[in-house]
């Protein structure tokens, strides 16, 4: 089945994806504990559409939280489902208008016995201190980066063609976030030592497949994976989805069971590094202490108490690799590496995470 993937969306700049909630509700399910008593800021979600918006507000007694921020930025093309709710001091379209929606306490107040959406909806339309207008709502606002700054965890999709600027400010600003983008950002220069320092690393819940997301009603359908669903909303199926985190979750430890065994033959060195290639991760040897060349889905199953990542190969790596690097794994350019991929009898191999194990079997 053809489907759209993120390049082509960051050259759009087709950035109105909204997540679904079973992805949310899978994903969250690692890190509940770490919400008790904190402050969660979505700061790339209209309220209106945003499953991240819905999935606290609904959850917010149950995880304890002690306020949900949710931000929407100016211009927001998407119309309310569910949340549709207008506001006298707002024009007849409220959804073009940024604002911000701060949530401290959450309670039956249709008194229906539960608390839902319709509570929140109520509370949303009645209570003149949970929602105020924002200048423009783009996170790199400084009104909206004193929101960041009150937060202590980011929970969001941010826009793909700003992933690497919006992660360096989380890191700038010293906030726990769990954010959604594609596994190739792991190669950017900006991210990639923040996965090697163990900074920054993957969710347990998506590992391979596509994810599908809800558009805006002028986003084009050109790929058979897109789609209009039985309630008549547009939606893309996007490759290559990951969970980027620091929040630490129980997958994270879990060890890779390595059952293969090291042969040059089997696992050759490459012409441009002193490393093996290993084409899989389950390829992975367990008696070589080497270094080894690893497909970048490895990160999905990496353990830092079993692995060391040394660097990565990767079209950038001549240019973004530590001088001290590239020695110990004694690089020598190659005309057929592109600027430091991995070269295997003279053919460039994909993008490979160049790593060591720290306790290989011995006989």
């Known amino acids: 089945m053809a489907q759209l993937g993120l390049s082509a969306a960051k050259t759009a700049k087709k950035d109105e994806f ?18 008790r008593n904190k402050v969660v800021l979505c700061n790339c979600d209209d309220p209106y559409e945003s499953n991240f918006f819905k999935y606290f507000a609904l959850r917010f007694n149950q995880l304890g939280l002690k306020k949900l921020i949710c931000t929407c930025y100016n211009g927001s093309p998407v119309q309310g489902n569910e949340l549709l709710i207008h506001f006298d001091e ?10 911000k929606v701060e949530i401290t306490e959450v309670r039956d107040l249709n008194g229906d016995g539960a608390v839902d959406l319709s509570d929140i909806c109520y509370l949303l339309q009645n209570d003149k201190n949970v929602l105020s207008t924002l200048r423009t709502g783009d996170f790199r606002d400084p009104e909206c980066i004193d929101l960041l700054k009150q937060a202590d965890i980011v929970v969001t999709n941010p826009p793909f063609s700003l992933f690497r600027g919006y992660i360096g400010q989380l ?25 090697k320092d163990n900074k920054v690393w993957l969710g347990p819940s998506i590992t391979s497949g596509d994810r599908k997301f809800y558009v805006p009603d002028d986003y084009p359908l050109n790929a058979s994976g897109c789609g209009i669903d039985s309630d008549g909303r547009r939606f893309i199926r996007v490759k290559g989805v990951r969970w980027f985190t620091n929040l630490d979750h129980n997958k994270r430890h879990e060890e890779i069971d390595l059952v293969c065994r090291y042969s ?40 830092p108490n079993q692995f060391e990542i040394i660097w990565q190969a990767c079209g950038n790596t001549r240019a973004s690799a530590p001088s001290d690097v590239l020695k110990e794994l004694q690089y020598k350019p190659h005309p057929e590496d592109r600027g430091g991929c991995g070269v295997v009898h003279g053919k460039r191999q994909y993008a490979r995470v160049i790593i060591r194990n720290k306790h290989p079997q011995t006989l």
């Open 171 to 195: 890191v700038e600003y010293e906030k726990k976030f769990l954010i959604i983008g594609n596994i190739n950002v792991v190669t950017y220069k900006e991210v990639f030592p923040l996965i």
């Open 90 to 99: 707002f024009d007849s379209e409220p959804t073009k208008i940024a604002y």
């Open 18 to 35: 909204y997540t679904q909630l079973t992805d949310i509700e899978r994903e969250l399910q690692h890190y509940w504990p770490h919400f």
């Open 264 to 303: 040059p033959e089997e696992y050759p060195t490459y012409d441009n590094y002193n490393a093996i290639n290993v084409s899989k991760t389950t390829d992975i040897p367990c008696d070589y202490g080497g270094y080894m060349g690893v497909p970048i889905t490895f990160l999905d199953k990496y353990n």
